[in-house]
C-alpha cells in the first residue's frame, strides 16, 4: 500500500467553491505538491447531464443526485490507498453531505471565495468557458457557506493560495517524539516553539497514563499544529520519511522495548535519537544493532533539565556522523546558543560517545554540586544563615559565574514560613544511575577520577542517615569552624577544586577518546557546555579557549598560575576541616589529588616491593628506562 | 565404551609366580575391589596340554607356546574396551615376552614370592591341588626373577598384599588440575604432600608451553605419584568420577575457553572448580550454564599468593552447597588452619559469592597496602632512611601485627649494593582487575567504599609518572614533615585508618549479601582471613569475634573506644599532611569518610534542592517522616 508522503493522514481534499473561482487551477497545483491524484468533478458527470449542460439547461438536484453519488464513491476508493484531490462546486450543504457520506472524518473542505465582480472579471479572460454573468448570479445565490472549511481569498496569487491550504492541512510530522516525561514535553515545546512540525507520542497505560499526548497539546497553544498520538503505528506514519524519532523515555530496558516496537514500522534509513541518560555501552550495542537493520541510531545527551529543555539544552550527539546529518538541523534549532549565537549542540563522534561525554557531564555536576554543598558546610559552621550564605556566594558571581552557583544562591533565600526551606529539606541525596557508570568507566578506563568518586560517595553516604544521626550520639564531634581561615581563603579553595574537577573530567574524556578512538574535540565539548547544560560557566568559556591549544590543562600557563595562586588557602581550609571534623569530601579530595599528581616519586615502589613480594607480580626499576620487569626473592639474606 | 572405573588408564595387570603362592586368591580379589574382570591362565589351556597335565606329564616350552598367545590375544581384546587381571605362572622371561606382546606399555606384572617351605605348607591345606613337593621345587628351579614387576611378599594377609598392589597401580586421581602457572603448581605441590592423587594439565603451545605438566612432576619428589597431561581427554579419562577439576587458569575468556574444552569429556554430577579471580558476575553465569549442563561449578576466591597456595592458602568457595560437599575434603585439606586448627576454608554462599568476597579481600588489601604506604610517605618525609623505618614498623607489630606489616618491614631492609632496593623501584603500581571491580560493585551497590577508591586511584594515578615529573617541577612542592606530630600519632593514625578500611569492605560484603540474598556470614569470613591469606592479621582474628555480634563495626563498643583514642591522632596527621604537601590518601580518606560518617546534618540537603531546582527530581523533608515527596518552583517568589 502507497502510503501518502507529506499528509498525515489518507485524507479527501474537496476544492469548492462557485464556477470560475479557480477550483481546477488550485487542486491541480496542490495536488503536484502533496504528490497526490486530482479529480475535476466536472469529468464525472453523466452523458445526460453533459448533454443538458451543453444544451444550456441547469442541473436539477435529481439531475446532481447520482453524479454526486458516483465522486463518493470515487473518493472512498482513492482514500483505500491514497489521499486525493476533488475539484466541486459542492454548493449546498446537502450535496457536501452525499460527498463525504462514511468518509467525513477523512475529508477536508476548502472553501475558495471572492467576489462577484473579481470572478465575472476572471471568466471574461477565460474563453473557453461557457459561463454566463446570469449563470455566475444563480451560482452566488446557491452558494451556502460552509461551515467547518478551510476558507480562502482568491484575492492572492495561486502558489499563496496552495501555501495557505498547506499550512492548514493534517501535513507529515518533519519529528517525532516518544516519551512525554518532564523533559520530553519541554523538548516538544521547544520544538514546535522554533516552527518544527512535531508527532508526539507516549503510550497507553489504563488509569495510569491516558491521553497524554492529547491532554498536552490541548495545555500549550504552540501545540496547536503538533499531531498526538497513543497509537505507535499511526505516529509512525504520521512522520516525513526518512523519519527522525527522539526517545524520551527511561534508560534501560524500556528503550530496547521502544525500539522493538517500532521496528516493526520503520523503513531503511529512518532514524532514532535516544535523548535519555543511556549507559554508552548499551547506546554502542543498539547503534550496531540498529545498523543490521538498516536503521540510524544516534545517542544524544541532553543536558538543561527542565527548563533547559524548553528553552535551549546542550546537546551531545553521537553515532553515525552522516546520519546526524539528517537530524542535524532539528537539533542545532532547540539547542541552547553560545555567546557567539552558535548552537550548543555539535557532533560528538562514533558509537556511544554521546552519552559517554553526557555521562562525564554529569559526573563533572556531581562534583560542582558537591564543592558548593562542601562550602555551604564550613559557611554553616562558622554561623552564617542560609541568606548570609547566599550574601558571600553573590559576591563570588562577578568572578567566576555558574549556573549552580546562581540557583544555589536562589535555593538558600527560599523562605518558608520564618525559616529557610533548605534548614527543612531531608539530608539523604538522590541519584539517577550516571555518576555511577562514570565512576565505572574510570574505574575500567584506569583513570583517578577521585572527584567524582568523592562526590558519589558522598551522596551514598548520605543514605545511612540512622547510622549517621547514632554515629553522632556516639562519638558526639565538635563541628564548628576557627576564624583562621578566612572567606577569600575559602573562595580560592573553592576555585582550586573546581579546576582540578575540570581537569579530571576532560581527562577521563580524553582517555576514553583514545582508547575507543573517538578522536573527540575537548575545546568543542567545552563550547557545547557553555551554555544551555547544568554545568554551564564562565570558567567552561575558558576551557573552550584552552583546549584549543592543549589536552593537558595543567600543562596551560593560566592553570599553573590560578593553581599556585589558591594552593596554600585550600591547604588551609583542608586541613582546618579536618581539625574540626567538618566533612567537605570533594574540596578535600582536591587538594590530595593535587599533592599526589605533583609528587615526582610516589610510594608507588612500595606497593610493587608487596606485589612482587607475595604474588611474584616483579617490577620496574627507576635506572632502567627498557622497562623491563625483575622479580627478587625477598626473603632471601 | 566402557572406562575403567578407578584405573588411571586400560591396564592387563599379569599376577605371577609359582604355583601356590595365592595368584588366584589375590587376582579375584584385587579385580573385585577394581571392578574389572579376572582370568586365571590355567582355564586357557588345549585339551591336550590339560590331559598332558592329568596324566602328571610337565609341559613342554612347545606345549606352551600357543596357550601364551592365545593369553596374548584375550589381553590385546580386553584392552580395547577395559583393564583385567590375569593370573599366570609366567616364570620364564620368554613367557612374560609373549604375554605382553604389542601391549607393553599397558602391561603391569605383579609378582608374588614367598619361601619354599612357606608355599608348600599352604598347599598341604589345599587339598584340591594336585602339586607335589617336587613339581614345586621344579617350580622354584624354573622361576626367573623378573626385574620390572612390582614384588610382593606373601607373609601378610592377602587384603594387605591387594592393598600394597593398589599402592603401586596408576589409579585414577582423585582431583585434577588444570593451569600450572605460580598458583596452580604451588596449589598441586600441596595437594600432593597432603596425600592427594592428582592429574595435572597444562595445555601444549609450541615453543611456548611444552612438556609442562612431565617437567613439573619430574621436579618435585611429592609429585611421584601425580599424573601429568598435556592432552585433555586423557586428563579427564585419568578421574575418578565424579571428577572434580580445579581451573588455575587466567580469569576471563581463558576461563571460559577451558570450560568450552573440557564439556564435551565430562559427565553428569563432575564438579569445576574456578580457583582464579574471576568477577563474580562471570562466575554466576558460568554457574548457571553449567547448571543447565549438569555440571556443578565451584567459584573458588583463593588467597595467599605462591607461598599461601603451596603452604596453605585461605579458600572461598562458591556455588551449590550440596556440590561442595565434594570438594569440600580437598580444599580443606589444602587450607591455612585458624589458631584452633580449623581449616580457612568455608563454603561463602550461592551462586559468584565465593568470588565476590575475594574481590573484596582484594580491596581491602589495596587498602592495608596503601596505608603502609602512606605511613612509609610520612616517614620518609621525616628523614628516615628504610632500615629507620623498619625498625620504627618493628615496634608495631607487638600491637598488632598483619602479614603486610611483616613483610614490609622485611623489604625495606632489603639491600643491593649499598642502597635499599626499594630505593630503586619504579614507583608505577600495577593492578589485576579485582581493585577496579571492587569499585565498579560499590558503585552499583550504592555503598560509600572510600578507601578502596582511594588506593585503586593512587595506583592509577602512579601511572603518571612523565606527567608527574613535570608537574612537580612546575609547581615545587615542599615535601616535608615538621615534627608536629609524633610516631605516636602516626601509629594511631594507621590504626585508625585500618579500622575503617575494615568497616568499609564488611560492610560492602554485608550490603551485597543483602542485595543478592547470600545470607553471607561475616564471623566465618573473618575467621577463614584469620590466616593463608594476604590480610590476615591479628585484627581479623578480632573481627573473628565481633561479627558474631553485630553486621555493624561501628556499633561495637571495641570499635567505638578503639576510634575515639585515635581520632585528634589522625586529624592531626592528615591536616599536617595536607599543609606539608605530603599525599597519604588513604589515611586522608578515612578521617574523612569518618567525619562524614558521624555528620548527623549533611550537606546532602543542598544537593536535594539544586536536584529538585533544575530537575525536578524532588526531595523528603525532615519532619515528615511519611517519606513523602515534594517538588518547590524555586524561582517563584
Redo the contacts between chains.
Keep these: 500500500m502507497k502510503q501518502a508522503i507529506h499528509l498525515a493522514k489518507p485524507t479527501v481534499i474537496f476544492i469548492m467553491g462557485v464556477s470560475g473561482v479557480g477550483k481546477s487551477t488550485i487542486g491541480a497545483l496542490l495536488a503536484k505538491q502533496l504528490e497526490i491524484p486530482f479529480f475535476d468533478a466536472d469529468d464525472y458527470h453523466s452523458e445526460a447531464n453533459i448533454l443538458k449542460m451543453s444544451q444550456g439547461q441547469p442541473l436539477t438536484d435529481h439531475d446532481r443526485h447520482d453524479w454526486l453519488h458516483a465522486l463518493n464513491t470515487l473518493a472512498v476508493a482513492q482514500l483505500k490507498t491514497n489521499s486525493c484531490i476533488i475539484a466541486c462546486s459542492a454548493l449546498k450543504a446537502s450535496y457536501r453531505t452525499i460527498l463525504e457520506t462514511t468518509i467525513a472524518a477523512a475529508t477536508k473542505w476548502v472553501f475558495l471565495h471572492g467576489s462577484f465582480q473579481q470572478i465575472k472579471e476572471r471568466m471574461q479572460h477565460r474563453s473557453h468557458h461557457f459561463m454566463t454573468s446570469d449563470l455566475l448570479q444563480s451560482q452566488f445565490d446557491t452558494l451556502e457557506i460552509p461551515q467547518n472549511a478551510l476558507s480562502i481569498d482568491i484575492h492572492v496569487s495561486p502558489e499563496e493560495m496552495v501555501a495557505k491550504i498547506q499550512e492548514n492541512l493534517p501535513l507529515k510530522a518533519q519529528f517525532g517524539l516518544i516519551g512525554l516525561g518532564?523533559m520530553g514535553k519541554s523538548l516538544c515545546r521547544n520544538l514546535a516553539q522554533k516552527g518544527v512540525r512535531i508527532s508526539m507520542y507516549n503510550r497507553h497505560v489504563p488509569e495510569v497514563e491516558e491521553d497524554i499526548a492529547i491532554n498536552f497539546k490541548k495545555e500549550f497553544e504552540e501545540l496547536s499544529s503538533a499531531l498526538p498520538f497513543d497509537d505507535l503505528p499511526a505516529f509512525v506514519n504520521s512522520l516525513k520519511t526518512p523519519r527522525k524519532i527522539m526517545l524520551m523515555v527511561n534508560a534501560g530496558t524500556a528503550i530496547d522495548a521502544v525500539i522493538e516496537n517500532l521496528l516493526p514500522f520503520l523503513s531503511q534509513g529512518d532514524s532514532i535519537i535516544d535523548g535519555g541518560n543511556s549507559n554508552y555501552k548499551k547506546t554502542k550495542e543498539r547503534f550496531e544493532f540498529l545498523k543490521s537493520k538498516g536503521i540510524h541510531f544516534i545517542g544524544a545527551g541532553v543536558s538543561?533539565?527542565?527548563?533547559?529543555a524548553l528553552k535551549g539544552p546542550s546537546i551531545m550527539p553521537g553515532g553515525n556522523a552522516k546520519a546526524y546529518q539528517q537530524v542535524q538541523p532539528f537539533l542545532e534549532r532547540i539547542a541552547a546558543k553560545d555567546k557567539n549565537g552558535v548552537p550548543c549542540c555539535s557532533y560528538v563522534g562514533n558509537e556511544g560517545s554521546g552519552h559517554f561525554v553526557k555521562m562525564i557531564h554529569n559526573g563533572i555536576e556531581y562534583v560542582e554540586?558537591?564543592l558548593?554543598?562542601?562550602v555551604?558546610?564550613l559557611l554553616?559552621a562558622k554561623g552564617n544563615t542560609p541568606d548570609q550564605i547566599a550574601d558571600i556566594l553573590e559576591t563570588w558571581k562577578s568572578t567566576k559565574n555558574s549556573?549552580?552557583l546562581e540557583?544555589?544562591c536562589?535555593?538558600?533565600r527560599?523562605k518558608e514560613g520564618d525559616d529557610w526551606?533548605?534548614?527543612?529539606?531531608?539530608?539523604?541525596?538522590?541519584n539517577?544511575g550516571t555518576g555511577?557508570?562514570a565512576?565505572?568507566a574510570t574505574?575500567?578506563l584506569?583513570?583517578?577520577?577521585?572527584l567524582i568518586?568523592?562526590a558519589?560517595?558522598?551522596?551514598?553516604?548520605?543514605?545511612?542517615k540512622a547510622?549517621?544521626?547514632?554515629?553522632?550520639?556516639?562519638?558526639n564531634?565538635q563541628?564548628h569552624t576557627a576564624p583562621k581561615s578566612s572567606l577569600e581563603d575559602l573562595h580560592k579553595a573553592y576555585q582550586f577544586a573546581r579546576i582540578i574537577n575540570h581537569y579530571q573530567g576532560f581527562k577521563l574524556i580524553q582517555e576514553a577518546s583514545e582508547r575507543f578512538k573517538w578522536a573527540l574535540n575537548l575545546s568543542e565539548l567545552a563550547r557545547i557546555w557553555t551554555n544551555g547544560c547544568?554545568i554551564r560557566s564562565d570558567y567552561m568559556i575558558e576551557l573552550a579557549t584552552i583546549f584549543k591549544t592543549t589536552h593537558?590543562l595543567?600543562?596551560h600557563q593560566n592553570t599553573?598560575q590560578a593553581?599556585?595562586a589558591r594552593?596554600s588557602a585550600i591547604?588551609?581550609v583542608?586541613?582546618?576541616?579536618?581539625?574540626h571534623?567538618?566533612?567537605i569530601?570533594s574540596i578535600?579530595?582536591a587538594?590530595?589529588?593535587?599533592?599526589?599528581?605533583?609528587?615526582?616519586?610516589?610510594?608507588?615502589?612500595?606497593?610493587?616491593?608487596?606485589?612482587d613480594?607475595?604474588?611474584?607480580?616483579t617490577?620496574?626499576?627507576?635506572?632502567d628506562d627498557t622497562g623491563q620487569y625483575y622479580h627478587?626473592d625477598?626473603?632471601q639474606h
Design positions: 518532564v538543561g533539565g527542565e527548563e533547559g554540586m558537591q558548593l554543598a562542601d555551604y558546610t554553616k549556573y549552580l540557583i544555589t536562589t535555593i538558600l527560599k526551606l533548605v534548614n527543612k529539606i531531608m539530608d539523604t541525596a538522590g539517577k555511577n557508570w565512576i565505572i574505574a575500567e584506569g583513570v583517578p577520577s577521585t568518586a568523592s558519589l560517595f558522598a551522596r551514598y553516604a548520605s543514605f545511612y547510622e549517621r544521626v547514632a554515629a553522632n550520639k556516639q562519638f564531634p563541628q547544568i593537558n595543567f600543562a599553573v593553581l599556585k594552593k591547604q588551609k583542608v586541613a582546618e576541616s579536618v581539625l571534623e567538618l566533612p569530601p578535600s579530595n587538594i590530595h589529588f593535587f599533592t599526589g599528581y605533583t609528587t615526582a616519586n610516589s610510594s608507588a615502589n612500595l606497593l610493587q616491593a608487596q606485589r613480594y607475595f604474588g611474584a607480580h617490577y620496574q626499576r627507576k635506572e627478587t625477598w626473603q
